[in-house]
């Protein structure tokens, strides 16, 4: 699969915004969707940008959606500061964290941590979610609801995790206070997703960046860049990132949050 899709703009009122997005991610612009090739493309409409399979059983439409669906459903019910992911963050009495999360992917985990009171910084290096995940934050930013937390607690950066925390690594020497609090790690991982709905959004994903076979790599100078912790999120039963066993553990039903406390503390 290409790591490049193309976008077509089927609303005449957003073609510079597509302009805007294919020349911040190197995405080919076509006319029109007669022009289409492969399998996958990019569609920016009135609704937004969206991920789309093509034929007549194509998988998608995929898009960030901060402010409805699912993760407007697990905003308001998914347990708030208790919740099994808030837990791991270490979000305890009136402690919010700043949160590097170096696998951003939809940015529904960096959503949900933003929501509760903590600075997030997504780094995303797939150009087609990055641009997924900048369409979704710019219209989550805009929103009447949730506008005011997304302008003030959430950046997007276009990067690969490792040259992230190799810069951040670098800049820790001069100034080790600023040093990320938490770094959060959710890499792809082979069938951790079950539901037939989440099966077809996933198909697209997944194809889209496959399987993140890397991931080993980011542990370690994760944890020499975490002033407090790395929490690297694993399906039920996978084994731990780079076989290192963590701090603790929090455990979910389909989900295990592994905590690596750093020597800063907790
Ligand atoms: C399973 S998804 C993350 C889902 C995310 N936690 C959410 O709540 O939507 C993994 C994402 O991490 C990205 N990724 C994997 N390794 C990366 C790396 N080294 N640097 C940046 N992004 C990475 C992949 O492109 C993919 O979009």
Redesign the pocket.
Same mark, same amino acid.
């Given at each position: 699969m290409p790591a490049l899709l193309p976008l077509v703009c089927t609303d005449p009122a957003r073609h510079a915004e597509a302009a805007g997005l294919a020349a911040r991610y190197g995405l080919p612009v076509l006319a029109d969707i007669d022009a289409l090739y492969g399998t996958y493309w990019l569609r920016l409409d009135a609704t937004g940008l969206a991920l789309l399979g093509r034929g007549a059983d194509a998988p998608g439409p995929v898009q960030v959606d901060w402010t409805g669906g699912a993760l407007g459903h697990r905003l308001r019910f998914g347990g708030g500061r208790g919740q099994p992911l808030a837990r791991a963050i270490g979000l305890k009495g009136g402690a919010c964290p700043a949160v590097a999360d170096?696998?951003?992917?939809?940015?529904? %985990? !960096?959503c949900v941590l933003a929501a509760l009171g903590c600075r997030v910084t997504l780094?995303?290096?797939?150009p087609v979610?990055c641009a997924l995940l900048d369409d979704g934050i710019a219209r989550a930013a805009a929103d009447t609801g949730i506008g005011s937390w997304v302008r003030e607690r959430v950046q997007l950066v276009h990067a690969?995790?490792?040259a992230w925390l190799q810069a951040a690594a670098q800049q820790a020497q001069a100034a080790p206070a600023q040093r990320p609090e938490v770094i959060y790690l959710?890499?792809?991982y082979p069938h951790r997703e079950q539901s037939a709905l989440v099966k077809k959004e996933m198909r697209a994903f997944r194809a889209v960046?496959g399987d993140?076979l %890397? !991931?080993d790599a980011?542990l370690a100078p994760a944890l020499a860049v975490a002033l407090r912790r790395v929490v690297v999120?694993r399906p039920k039963g996978a084994p731990p990132l780079a076989g290192r066993a963590p701090s603790h553990v929090i455990a979910s039903p389909n989900t295990r949050y592994d905590v690596y406390v750093t020597l800063a503390g907790a």
């Amino acid at each position: 699969m290409p790591a490049l899709l193309p976008l077509v703009c089927t609303d005449p009122a957003r073609h510079a915004e597509a302009a805007g997005l294919a020349a911040r991610y190197g995405l080919p612009v076509l006319a029109d969707i007669d022009a289409l090739y492969g399998t996958y493309w990019l569609r920016l409409d009135a609704t937004g940008l969206a991920l789309l399979g093509r034929g007549a059983d194509a998988p998608g439409p995929v898009q960030v959606d901060w402010t409805g669906g699912a993760l407007g459903h697990r905003l308001r019910f998914g347990g708030g500061r208790g919740q099994p992911l808030a837990r791991a963050i270490g979000l305890k009495g009136g402690a919010c964290p700043a949160v590097a999360d170096l696998t951003a992917g939809l940015g529904r %985990d !960096a959503c949900v941590l933003a929501a509760l009171g903590c600075r997030v910084t997504l780094v995303e290096r797939s150009p087609v979610v990055c641009a997924l995940l900048d369409d979704g934050i710019a219209r989550a930013a805009a929103d009447t609801g949730i506008g005011s937390w997304v302008r003030e607690r959430v950046q997007l950066v276009h990067a690969d995790g490792s040259a992230w925390l190799q810069a951040a690594a670098q800049q820790a020497q001069a100034a080790p206070a600023q040093r990320p609090e938490v770094i959060y790690l959710d890499p792809m991982y082979p069938h951790r997703e079950q539901s037939a709905l989440v099966k077809k959004e996933m198909r697209a994903f997944r194809a889209v960046v496959g399987d993140d076979l %890397d !991931a080993d790599a980011l542990l370690a100078p994760a944890l020499a860049v975490a002033l407090r912790r790395v929490v690297v999120k694993r399906p039920k039963g996978a084994p731990p990132l780079a076989g290192r066993a963590p701090s603790h553990v929090i455990a979910s039903p389909n989900t295990r949050y592994d905590v690596y406390v750093t020597l800063a503390g907790a």
